[in-house]
């Protein structure tokens, strides 16, 4: 854990992520076509693949939906010698409190960098209920969130791959710790 730093990035100091965008889009790309195929249902690596954008045009889209969600958003990157292998982001809109994504490079999970940001997510949150959106076949991650607290609320609405014809939904269910 030495090399390991996390950086809370918030509000006006969000230009600092800009930085990291393009290392963001391929972490995100990557976790996507790692974690998300499901044969059965018909989300294929190739099918994921179509969903994402020219890589420039994803970068520059993620930008922009970082830079739209920044002033009811917080961010958390972790580097190991400066490099990106991890993030999150959790949103504080209103009175919904909710984490959005939770991220982190495979060659890296196991060190204890996931229950680091989610201690941080936590934290930031405070003691309120805090929801997630977990796709309904990652029992991985269902199983992490559980340690945290987090029980299963009901089926939410799916992610759509709408790049692709015909469109794929991607089943997630809600979490909510209280």
């Not at 950086?7 to 230009?15: D, L, T």
């Not at 292998?85 to 196991?110: A, C, E, F, M």
Request: charged residues 30%.
């Amino acid at each position: 854990m030495d090399n390991y730093k996390v950086v809370n990035i918030e509000g006006k100091s969000i230009h600092e992520l800009d930085k990291y965008v393009v290392e963001i889009s391929k972490l995100r790309r990557m976790i996507w076509l790692g974690t998300y195929v499901n044969e059965e249902l018909g989300i294929t690596k190739d099918k994921i693949t179509e969903n994402f954008r020219e890589f420039d045009e994803e970068v520059r889209k993620y930008r922009e939906y970082i830079y739209d969600i920044k002033n009811f958003s917080s961010f958390f990157i972790v580097l190991d010698n400066d490099k990106l292998v991890g993030y999150s982001i959790v949103k504080h809109r209103y009175h919904r409190k909710s984490i959005d994504t939770l991220y982190i490079d495979n060659n890296h999970q196991g060190n204890g960098l996931g229950s680091i940001l989610m201690n941080r997510m936590i934290d930031k949150l405070g003691p309120s209920k805090i929801y997630v959106d977990v796709v309904s076949y990652n029992k991985k991650a269902m199983c992490f969130y559980e340690k945290y607290g987090f029980s299963y609320s009901k089926k939410h609405r799916p992610i759509v791959l709408e790049r692709i014809n015909p469109k794929i939904y991607v089943p997630q269910i809600r979490m909510i710790r209280i």
